[in-house]
């Protein structure tokens, strides 16, 4: 789904592409007491997009982003559950607040669910997503770099050996 917002600084509209893929940590929650109440602590990780400039139904500038949570938050979104959207969609603007606050730009809550609309700007902007996967994680602990000699170490060693023998010769 696809959230339509607008920034406060330009007031341009910005779209905010909700995207999910199985490299985030799914959503997690931790149930909490507050002030005598019991409820739930959610933590819902996710990565954003740079912006790109996009055109409106209008073809009025506007800024489209996508922001890409794990698949588990997305499917509970969609599935009837409007407390979750609304949890993810606003966790989707604060995100996007916390990059835009380096600009001096502010994107507002008040926003609309273009539930008709799969993503704006044609396909999601592709997004480098670093994974430690187990055997990355093995193969780093494994290899020590002690001992090891790169070819130009090689190289100067046998330079060294080559001057010094030319050394004794003489």
């Not at 800024?63 to 989707?92: E, V, W």
């Not at 001096?104 to 539930?115: C, D, H, L, Q, R």
Request: a positive charge; hydrophobic letters at 25%; proline letters at 4%.
């Amino acid at each position: 789904f696809v959230k339509n917002k607008k920034q406060k600084v330009i007031e341009n509209k910005v779209f905010v592409n909700i995207c999910s893929c199985n490299h985030i940590e799914p959503p997690s929650k931790k149930e909490m007491e507050q002030d005598g109440q019991r409820g739930y602590s959610w933590s819902c990780p996710y990565t954003l997009s740079k912006g790109r400039a996009d055109q409106d139904a209008k073809k009025e500038l506007c800024m489209t982003y996508d922001i890409i949570f794990h698949p588990d938050a997305t499917a509970q979104a969609n599935s009837n559950n409007p407390q979750f959207q609304k949890f993810l969609c606003d966790t989707a603007i604060e995100g996007l607040n916390n990059f835009l606050k380096k600009y001096s730009e502010k994107a507002s809550f008040n926003y609309k669910v273009m539930e008709k609309m799969k993503c704006k700007g044609g396909q999601p902007m592709k997004i480098l997503i670093k994974v430690q996967s187990q055997s990355q994680s093995t193969l780093g602990q494994s290899l020590t770099v002690e001992g090891h000699q790169t070819k130009m170490q090689k190289d100067i060693e046998k330079q060294k050996s080559e001057f010094d023998k030319t050394d004794e010769e003489e």
